[in-house]
């Protein structure tokens, strides 16, 4: 990967004024929001994780794949 640190962050920004801007109408919020949910899900599973930071795990890991492509 050749991106560097700037171009990651570029895209996050774009991406998330897009969601911001188009709601669910957005192709990212629906993927983001069931990533978020099922990081959620999960820590209620495991032991030591909270909710909180599962959710936020599960949306972030999703984002990220879908800056990536």
Same mark, same amino acid.
């Given at each position: 990967?050749?991106?560097? &640190?700037?171009?990651? @962050?570029?895209? !996050?920004?774009? #991406? /998330?004024?897009?969601?911001?801007? #188009?709601?669910?109408?957005?192709p990212?919020?629906?993927? *983001? /929001?069931?990533?978020?949910?099922?990081? +959620? *899900?999960?820590? +209620?599973?495991? &032991? /030591? *994780?909270?909710? &909180? @930071?599962?959710? !936020? @795990?599960? +949306?972030?890991? *999703?984002?990220?794949?879908? @800056?990536?492509?």
């Amino acid at each position: 990967m050749n991106d560097s &640190p700037n171009d990651i @962050i570029d895209d !996050a920004k774009a #991406e /998330l004024s897009g969601m911001a801007k #188009e709601g669910m109408h957005h192709p990212s919020t629906k993927p *983001v /929001l069931t990533g978020a949910a099922v990081g +959620a *899900v999960a820590a +209620a599973i495991l &032991p /030591l *994780v909270t909710w &909180p @930071i599962g959710l !936020a @795990i599960g +949306a972030g890991t *999703v984002f990220y794949k879908r @800056i990536r492509k």
